[in-house]
């Protein structure tokens, strides 16, 4: 029950080290899967928590947490699995450890040290060396001011049952309630507890100054504390007692005097009858009965010495004993249901490493099935020790091993059904894929409104309507009567140039014209910083009332590292801000012969900004450059290869003796409108939350835009350009769950409205797709005060799952989010993964930096992500129905508790790199953006034929290395990726199957 931990044990420093240094690797779900299913996260909230044990009837837990405010050390808790609500039942302040239900009555045990009259004061020099920064080895010191308690289920009429100097813990009650085992360590202070006859020798007194848990020993009381009685008297640690299900045994783990290995042992309540379960030669503790009495789990590190696993043996010791799980880290203090058909256990699998319940069905039928076949125990250890007279026993002789209408009235239940049918009205080829401003965007954002209307929902949006129109960028359209593009030389004669074929206005060109000298300035760059660091293309260069001419991107054969850096200043919009700070009146853009697309001219779909540089702007193709370079003597391709290695020496910037350009370009910025569809349900006719007198309100929203027939960020591939891309899971699965909610939350509202102490605005936006543009609007011009409004959740693919996880975006903008979630995912039962960042490519990005907390709800990508293959037959409607039922419960929590959401801070991970101009690799690969229990980033799928297949990486893939950088997450992944040199070899390293591989990859220019 107990773990075994320190100051005794120094060598191994407590086994809870593990929960937070060691690192939780993959499972490997496939061997865990022979006993354990669903495997998922129970506990949430909080540090850390461990310890957790049923109630008799299995509608509680009880266990162990950190995470009070005032008090680091762990307290107890008991969790309703029908309710989802926790509560503290210790009084608080102290340690306590190992609680469990009295089976029969309205009581709990548990130990505590909050009588200690240093109690408080240990709490606060504890978190003074937390909050020093110091990190230090999780440890237990065997308090000598514990003491067994009882309460009742609230923490009510609270009795204290022991009250001998010197750790008395690690109690459990016998099945019919009326015994408890425990651990005590009295013994070790023979004179502060009038022990008679008793008194440490030197070499005693020696151990108990570094090693207390030697003194450890299993006694039995009466429930009421009464009747006192010692077990044990081995030399070393006895702990962690339990009774077996029929009552007549108890089970435990023994510590050998070194403290290195540990086994289970079972005895009858007088102490006699021992019997050796495990000869490991190992770690071997924290031992629990199925229910049926017919075999035992318990922990060992018998694979690793911080690699704790749970295994299982028969309940005599007759068979070798069978593993469980398959997780690096830790695992242990198993603990399984009345029924037997669920366990709870320790893991530090949790993201980030520490110590959190887990949970998972338990396959009795199996475990039996492989017990029978497990071998018998090696002769040695046969027949397991006894000791029927109590005397001790010599433990140094362990051997060493190893398309549809409209639902005209919805439903008022979430319903899979009624999901299916709006997402194939959303995902139908009629609305040919929802681009922003198109047809089938605004017959989609008539289908919402009536939705919202069938409902009753009050109009949010304009003019007493459903509907907020916006402006957005919808494309830029050259005049090319206003553009021209000449240059004469020493002669004189100006060379007119072709437009579309000599030169191209960028997207962002100011309208003008511009006639002068033409400046070169290398790569354009302006990099804040020292020499090194920072980057200057204009030093010593006199650009005033000039023309410039840049090369694109960054210089090709720096390091990855430093072309990292210099990407963040690399984009065409950055290089256009830098020449007008110069003085520059135009801007002229090279694609070099030794960059990507060289020679090429750029897109006008390059920018989507519905701004102009300030200065005119195009790019020319190599040819024209080819014109200027050789007009003054010039070799292009040697002046960029010596820029491209820093060469100090390089002719980084001069002017064009004797050319001079005159250039004009115009276009003409085409902007159109599109519509949010804005719903709200009022909060309650009452004084509302936090007695402001204004209204609260939470948001509830998605995009319901999509990519139309693949006009940006397609993935198609060869065959299916230019079919409809119908965006089933991006994003009519978001906008179907969130019309879901809408009718069930306007049905609870109607029946409840008391609950509803904060209005819901339900939101559907459009121009995601382009960046955010519609809910970025919405954020400017809000339909209520965001500073009213306590939390935006958003929906944005949500119709995948797979293996059951869903993945929770934001987590980090809000304290709140943790314990909710916890709370819900009881009854809901997801393996939720936890995600911190509240930066997404999504459209929480609008709110999270206005100061509202979001919480994204996310089931990862696929290989149909942005491809004509996203229709509404591939996705999951059962667990989307989940999904939905879960994030309504949550909602319904925002908004009838009085407490508003805290808001938190979280600064960007690191430093945004120069937009998609700059990331000029193509690798074929698509990232699973659901992180999991693992570092690096796993690939959803390989594009056959592109760079990834060919080097051999493939779907289930991790990533741990790129180009010689450490990959951890997607930032660094993309972050790496904009530094790869086209056409180059390149190094990746990947897990798979959880073996290292490594291969090379040849990038490929991204068109």
């Known amino acids: 029950m107990k773990r075994i931990q320190p100051i005794g044990y120094s060598i191994f420093a407590g086994l809870l080290l593990v929960f937070t240094a060691a690192a939780a690797g993959e499972s490997d779900a496939g061997k865990e899967s022979q006993f354990l299913s669903n495997v998922r996260q129970l506990i949430y909230d909080g540090k850390r928590s461990g310890e957790g044990y049923f109630s008799p009837d299995g509608n509680f837990l009880i266990f162990q947490s950190e995470r009070e405010p005032e008090n680091p050390f762990f307290q107890i808790y008991i969790l309703s699995f029908e309710s989802g609500d926790s509560w503290r039942v210790s009084p608080g302040t102290g340690k306590t450890t190992c609680a469990f239900f009295r089976p029969g009555g309205n009581e709990v045990l548990f130990a505590s040290s909050h009588l200690d009259p240093g109690a408080v004061e240990k709490q606060k020099t504890e978190y003074e060396i937390r909050n020093s920064g110091q990190e230090r080895r999780y440890s237990w010191d065997y308090d000598v001011h514990m003491d067994i308690f009882s309460a009742n289920r609230e923490g009510g009429n609270l009795k204290r049952l022991t009250a001998s100097y010197g750790y008395d813990a690690e109690a459990s009650y016998s099945p019919d309630g009326k015994k408890i085992a425990f651990c005590s360590l009295r013994n070790g202070y023979p004179a502060e507890n009038s022990l008679k006859g008793l008194e440490l020798s030197d070499q005693e007194k020696k151990r108990l100054a570094v090693d207390p848990s030697y003194f450890g020993e299993i006694y039995i009381m009466n429930a009421d504390g009464s009747g006192q009685k010692r077990l044990t008297d081995w030399p070393g640690y006895d702990g962690g007692p339990f009774f077996s299900p029929d009552g007549q045994r108890i089970i435990w783990r023994h510590f050998d005097e070194g403290g290195l290995l540990a086994d289970v042992y079972t005895m009858k309540l007088d102490g006699s009858d021992r019997r050796r379960l495990t000869d490991f030669g190992a770690m071997s503790w924290g031992p629990y009965y199925h229910p049926s009495g017919e075999y035992v789990l318990f922990a060992s590190n018998k694979l690793g010495f911080s690699n704790f696993e749970v295994f299982m043996v028969d309940s005599r010791g007759e068979k070798e004993p069978l593993r469980i799980t398959f997780t690096e880290g830790f695992d242990g203090l198993p603990v399984f249901s009345p029924d037997g058909k669920t366990l709870v256990w320790t893991s530090g699998r949790a993201p980030g490493g520490e110590s959190q319940l887990f949970t998972a069905g338990w396959n009795h039928e199996a475990a039996l099935a492989a017990l029978r076949a497990a071998p018998a125990r090696n002769a040695a250890s046969s027949n397991p020790a006894r000791d029927s007279g109590g005397a001790s026993l010599d433990v140094s002789t362990i051997p060493a091993t190893v398309t549809v209408s409209p639902v005209s009235i919805p439903s008022p239940q979430i319903l899979a059904a009624d999901l299916l049918a709006g997402v194939q009205y959303l995902a139908a080829d009629e609305l040919e894929g929802r681009m922003t401003g198109s047809v089938g965007a605004r017959k989609a954002a008539d289908f919402i409104a009536d939705h919202f209307r069938s409902l009753g929902l009050k109009p949010a949006g304009g003019n007493n309507s459903y509907f907020q129109e916006f402006p957005f960028p919808a494309g830029v359209k050259i005049l090319p009567e206003k553009c021209r593009l000449a240059i004469s030389g020493q002669n004189g004669k100006p060379a007119s140039l072709k437009l579309e074929q000599d030169f191209r206005p960028l997207p962002f060109t100011a309208d003008g014209e511009a006639e002068g000298e033409v400046v070169f300035v290398g790569y354009g760059l302006s990099v804040p910083g020292e020499s090194g660091k920072g980057y200057d293309s204009y030093a010593g260069l006199d650009v005033k009332d000039k023309i410039v001419l840049a090369l694109r991107y960054a210089p090709e054969a720096v390091s990855v590292e430093r072309r990292q850096e210099l ?42 900004s519905l701004g102009s540089a300030g200065v005119p702007a195009a790019s020319i193709s190599g040819k024209t450059a ?42 003409e910025r085409e902007k159109k409108t599109d519509r949010n569809v804005l ?109 009213k409004v306590v939390a935006y959740l958003n929906f944005d693919m949500v119709g995948r799952m797979k293996d059951n996880t869903l993945l929770l975006q934001g987590i980090g903008s809000s304290p709140t989010w943790k314990k909710l979630l916890e709370k819900r995912n009881v009854p809901a039962g997801f393996n939720l993964v936890l995600q911190d960042d509240p930066y997404q490519p999504t459209d929480v990005t609008a709110f999270y930096p206005r100061g509202v907390p979001v919480l994204g709800f996310f089931t990862g990508s696929h290989e149909d992500y942005n491809r004509p293959s996203d229709d509404a037959e591939t996705l999951n409607y059962p667990d ?48 699973d953006f659901v992180p999991g229990e693992i570092e690096g980033v796993r690939l959803s799928s390989v594009r056959a034929g592109g760079p990834a297949d ?58």
């Open 567 to 608: 990407n963040a200043y690399a984009g065409l919009q950055y290089k256009a801000m830098a020449a007008r700070k110069n003085g520059a009146k135009a801007l002229l853009i090279l694609s070099g012969p030794n960059s990507p697309n060289a020679g090429e001219l750029i897109s006008l779909s390059a920018d989507r």
């Open 626 to 667: 080819q014109m200027l370079f050789a007009a003054a003597g010039k070799d292009l391709k040697k002046i960029q290869s010596e820029l491209d290695t820093e060469n100090p020496h390089a002719e980084s910037g001069f002017v064009f003796p004797g050319v001079k350009v005159k250039f004009s370009a115009a276009v």
């Open 679 to 787: 719903a709200l349900l009022p909060p309650a006719e009452r004084p509302p939350a936090g007695g402001s007198g204004e209204s609260e309100y939470i948001i509830i929203g998605a995009h319901y835009d999509h990519i139309g027939y693949g006009e940006i960020g397609s993935l198609a591939r060869k065959g299916e350009e230019g079919q409809i891309h119908n965006g089933a899971d991006d994003n009519a699965s978001g906008s179907a769950m969130v019309l879901e909610l809408a009718a069930a939350l306007a049905d609870a509202r109607q029946k409840n409205p008391a609950d509803f102490r904060r209005g819901i605005l339900f939101a559907l936006w459009s121009g995601e797709e382009l960046g955010i543009i519609g809910s970025s609007y919405f954020a400017e011009n809000p339909a209520v005060a965001l500073e």
């Open 880 to 927: 989307m129905e989940r999904i939905g039922k879960f994030a309504y419960h949550l909602i319904l929590d925002l908004a009838k508790q009085a407490e508003r959401p805290d808001y938190v801070k979280v600064e960007r991970k690191q430093a945004q790199g120069g937009g998609r101009e700059t990331l000029r690799a193509y690798l074929g690969t698509v990232p």
């Open 950 to 1007: 060919k080097a051999g990486l493939k779907e289930g893939d991790i990533i741990v290395g790129l180009a010689g950088q450490k990959i951890s997450n997607i930032y660094d992944y993309t972050y790496a990726l904009e530094a790869v040199k086209i056409g180059e070899p390149t190094g990746v390293t990947a897990l798979r199957n959880g073996q290292e591989i490594k291969l090379t990859i040849v990038p490929e220019v991204r068109k």
